[in-house]
């Protein structure tokens, strides 16, 4: 297993439960990349209507894996179930939005809903939404994992692979080979560097996610809001997760001035109140895409080399259903 954020990690779990022996190599640290940038946000309807229906498959998924990995580890992943919205500022957003079939309010009941939202709202769809803390969910999965026998190794590269009969007979690190029966390549944008060293092409390249975080003062909200390519994410803690850019930025996971803007203007535009709120924090991660957006979740080149990538902004939703895949392909042979 090559990868330890939210897609390696998931992997590891799945097929440790399935009573397969383990071996995950990340090059930093766990979730140290975009899994650990992430918002959170468990928001299936959000996506684009051709995934929507994996990430609600994926979604139903949550609860049983959640009560699994918390038993195994005592990690509290702080998932919590709650509704989101996504308002409307024009007729044509209003129409587009009422056509989906999905709860519309108006624009009194979205503010009765949420005070602090801005009065040029002139409704909203309320939405089935859920939430996590995706650093405590990737340690939680590698741990539980790992409480199966899987061998978790961190700051380990993989520096090659041998190759015979077209199957991948042993992983090469820096301090020694691994003989594997299968070998998964979950490395989010760094996959097509990884799988060139099996002389296999992927279709995936980085693409920049910067967030904020917000300390709102006065400000209460209790709901989700997603509008555009953009969300506000109210978190245990107090906070507000402002995110999250899109930037094609080549590996330059930096945040910058332009780019945290962008999501202040957002923050104001949807909840003015927020134009108050302090700002604690800026951090971006590295999304993996594929030039049709779709994700890669197959086997490539050899025979036993499996593919688990491109998963854009919704890495975290759908990892339950790419570890499920996965294993799926290991036991249909």
């Not at 498959?57 to 959640?66: G, R, T, V």
């Not at 519309?104 to 803390?133: F, N, Y």
């Not at 850019?245 to 109140?273: H, K, M, Q, W, Y």
């Amino acid at each position: 297993m090559i990868g330890g954020g939210v897609i390696g990690c998931a992997v590891a779990e799945r097929l440790s439960l399935d009573g397969h022996q383990v071996t995950l190599f990340e090059r930093d640290q766990l979730g140290s990349h975009a899994s650990g940038a992430a918002a959170g946000e468990l928001s299936p309807r959000s996506t684009a209507s051709r995934a929507e229906e994996p990430a609600l498959k994926s979604l139903a998924l949550f609860p049983e894996l959640i009560a699994r990995i918390e038993k195994d580890t005592a990690i509290n992943v702080e998932y919590r179930v709650q509704q989101g919205l996504q308002p409307a500022f024009s007729e044509e957003e209003a129409a587009a939005l009422q056509a989906t079939g999905e709860h519309w309010l108006d624009a009194q009941a979205c503010r009765k809903a949420e005070p602090s939202l801005s009065i040029e709202v002139m409704g909203a769809v309320l939405l089935e939404h859920s939430h996590l803390t995706p650093p405590r969910f990737v340690r939680a999965l590698a741990m539980a994992a790992a409480a199966r026998g899987a061998s978790i190794n961190e700051g380990t590269p993989i520096t090659g692979f041998d190759i015979k009969g077209g199957e991948v007979r042993r992983v090469i690190t820096a301090i020694g080979s691994h003989e594997a029966d299968w070998t998964v390549i979950a490395a989010g944008p760094w996959s097509k560097e990884v799988a060139s060293r099996a002389g296999v092409e992927v279709d995936v390249l980085p693409q920049r996610g910067q967030l904020a975080a917000l300390d709102p003062g006065m400000v209460s909200l209790r709901r989700s809001i997603f509008w555009s390519t953009g969300y506000l994410v109210p978190k245990a803690d107090g906070s507000i997760i402002a995110g999250g850019t899109e930037e094609d930025s080549g590996f330059d996971d930096r945040p910058t001035v332009a780019g945290i803007a962008t999501l202040l203007n957002l923050a104001c535009r949807l909840v003015p109140g927020l134009g108050a709120a302090s700002l604690t924090r800026v951090w971006a991660g590295l999304r993996p895409v594929t030039s049709d957006g779709q994700p890669i979740v197959d086997t490539v080149g050899a025979k036993n080399l499996i593919v688990a990538t491109g998963h854009h902004r919704k890495g975290i939703l759908l990892a339950p259903l790419a570890a499920m895949q996965v294993a799926s392909i290991i036991g249909r042979s």
